[in-house]
């Protein structure tokens, strides 16, 4: 099965940016298809963004990345990335990669993933 290491958390200032990685290992078909969730203290696990790299690369975000976030894969590292910018102290939690999509609903939908990483925290103070 596909384990997945994300890396690149932190602590910075409001309006600072981040760059988050995702190692994927081994390759599979099943990561051509990865997200983005975050997870702060006494809520749920919300989604991010998406990457779909299935011939053609389709991206989604949630609302309330505005532009500020930007998702991308480097197929030859099999490594998702998570570029945030003009950080907020809201944008605080724990961020997942995940991968192995089941393609049953929703993507936002945290069931809908069957792997994922162990997290990276990002703190972003006011």
């Known amino acids: 099965q596909v384990q997945l290491v994300e890396s690149g958390g932190g602590s910075v200032q409001a309006g600072g940016s981040l760059r988050l990685s995702c190692a994927a290992s081994?390759?599979?078909?099943?990561?051509?298809?990865m997200a983005w969730f975050r997870q702060a203290p006494g809520k749920e696990r919300e989604p991010v963004a998406l990457?779909?790299?299935?011939?053609?690369?389709?991206?989604r975000y949630a609302d309330f990345v505005k532009g500020r976030f930007t998702i991308s894969r480097d197929s030859g590292k099999n490594t998702l990335y998570l570029q945030m910018n003009s950080l907020k102290p809201d944008d605080t939690a724990t961020y997942y990669c995940?991968?192995?999509?089941?393609?049953?609903?929703?993507?936002?939908?945290?069931?809908?993933?069957?792997?994922w990483g162990q997290g990276t925290q990002v703190t972003v103070s006011s």
């Open positions: 995940a991968a192995d999509r089941r393609n049953r609903e929703d993507w936002r939908a945290p069931r809908e993933w069957n792997v």
């Open positions: 081994p390759y599979t078909r099943s990561t051509n298809v």
């Open positions: 990457l779909e790299d299935t011939g053609s690369r389709v991206t």
